[in-house]
C-alpha cells in the first residue's frame, strides 16, 4: 500500500517567487492536512481539507492557499515567498471522518528554502 | 505559554533504559493524545493514540494520559539505539470546521546509546 507522497522533496526558490507543493494521500484517505515544520516553531497547522472542501484553518497569511482535487490529491501554494518562509511542509492524510483524531499519516515532507 | 509543552532535550539514555517522555498542555478541550516518532529527513510516524484519560501499552510503548493534570507521558521500554529519533506528543479538540486537528509538541530528541 503506498504512503503519502509529496512532490518535489527539496525546492531552492528566490524570495519574491511562487511555489507551488503538491500531496498524493493514501488511497481512500479523503482528509488531508497540510503542516509547517521549523526549529523554532515546531509543527504548525496550516489547512485541512476534505472532499475538496477547506474545514479548518491555520493562522498563516493569505500568502499560503491549497486545494483539494476530487481525486483527494492536494495542493498548497505559497506566494510571495519570503526568507522565514524556508521550512519543511508536511502533507498528512487520514480516514477517519472527523480528521485527525486517530491520527495522521504523514508523507516525508518538501524542505523549502528560500534565498 | 504555548498550548502544548515538551522538553526538546536531548535526551540521552544507555540501551536497555526505561525512557520517560512527557507533555503538559493548558487546553481542557483536548480529547485525543497522540504520540508520533520522527526520524531525520522523515514524516512524523504515529506511534500510539489515547482517548481521554488512562493507559495504553504497545509492545515496548506505554502511553499514559492524566488530563486531571493535562499531562501526558510515552515510556519506552528496553530502549534500542534504532529508537533516537525525535518524538512528538500531539493532541487534539474540534476545529471550528467541525474536524479533529491535532495540536504538535515540539518534539523531545533522543538518543540511545549502545
Known amino acids: 500500500k503506498a504512503g503519502v507522497t509529496q512532490t518535489p522533496r527539496y525546492l531552492i526558490k528566490t524570495r519574491g517567487q511562487q511555489v507551488t507543493l503538491s500531496c498524493s494521500p493514501i488511497?481512500?484517505?479523503?482528509?488531508v492536512s497540510w503542516y509547517q515544520q521549523t526549529p523554532g516553531q515546531g509543527l504548525q497547522f496550516l489547512f485541512e481539507y476534505f472532499s475538496e472542501t477547506q474545514r479548518n484553518k491555520g493562522n498563516f497569511p493569505g500568502r499560503f492557499s491549497g486545494r483539494q482535487f476530487s481525486n483527494s490529491r492536494s495542493e498548497m501554494n505559497v506566494s510571495t515567498l519570503e526568507l522565514g518562509d524556508s521550512a519543511l511542509y508536511l502533507c498528512?492524510?487520514?480516514?477517519?471522518?472527523?480528521?485527525?483524531?486517530?491520527?495522521?499519516?504523514f508523507g516525508s515532507g518538501t524542505r523549502l528554502t528560500v534565498v | 505559554q504555548k498550548e502544548v509543552e515538551q522538553d526538546p532535550g536531548p535526551l540521552s539514555v544507555p540501551e536497555g533504559a526505561i525512557v520517560s517522555l512527557n507533555c503538559t498542555y493548558s487546553?481542557?478541550?483536548?480529547?485525543?493524545f497522540m504520540w508520533y516518532r520522527q526520524y531525520s529527513r522523515k514524516g512524523p510516524e504515529l506511534l500510539m493514540y489515547?482517548?481521554?484519560?488512562g493507559n495504553k501499552e504497545d509492545g515496548r510503548f506505554t502511553a499514559q494520559v492524566d488530563k486531571s493534570s493535562k499531562y501526558i507521558s510515552l515510556f519506552i521500554r528496553d530502549s534500542q539505539p534504532s529508537d533516537s529519533a525525535t518524538y512528538l506528543c500531539a493532541m487534539s479538540a474540534r476545529g471550528s470546521g467541525g474536524s479533529y486537528i491535532p495540536t504538535f509538541g515540539r518534539g523531545t530528541s533522543l538518543i540511545v546509546h549502545p
Open positions: 487546553n481542557s478541550a483536548f480529547q485525543y
Open positions: 498528512a492524510s487520514s480516514t477517519a471522518l472527523q480528521g485527525g483524531n486517530y491520527g495522521y499519516t
Open positions: 489515547t482517548y481521554s484519560s
Open positions: 488511497s481512500g484517505h479523503r482528509s
